[in-house]
């Protein structure tokens, strides 16, 4: 039985330009998820699944907080503003 790379590489073989394009920009994405999720797993010293509680303060959340980078900020507040529930205590 062949490898995948072997299979890989006959499919390469009859694939047109613009399917290798894809195929190269598809890869290159999950070899760069791959890195990351290493990376990541390297720096967290917790067990998966139990949450992280420093001084439950926002600034502990920061280091998770990314710039936003879409056009439709507005509407996914609205989105949070209509759908959030009460809270009781």
Known sequence: MNSIKAQLLAAI?????????????????????????????????????????????????LKFAQTWQGDDFEECLQLVYDTRSQTEF
């Open 13 to 61: 073989e009859t694939a047109p330009e613009s399917v290798l394009e894809q195929t190269l920009d598809y890869l290159e994405y999950l070899k760069a998820r791959e890195q990351k999720s290493q990376n990541s797993s390297l720096e967290v010293s917790q067990k998966e699944g139990e949450p992280i509680l420093h001084g439950s303060k926002a600034k502990d959340l």
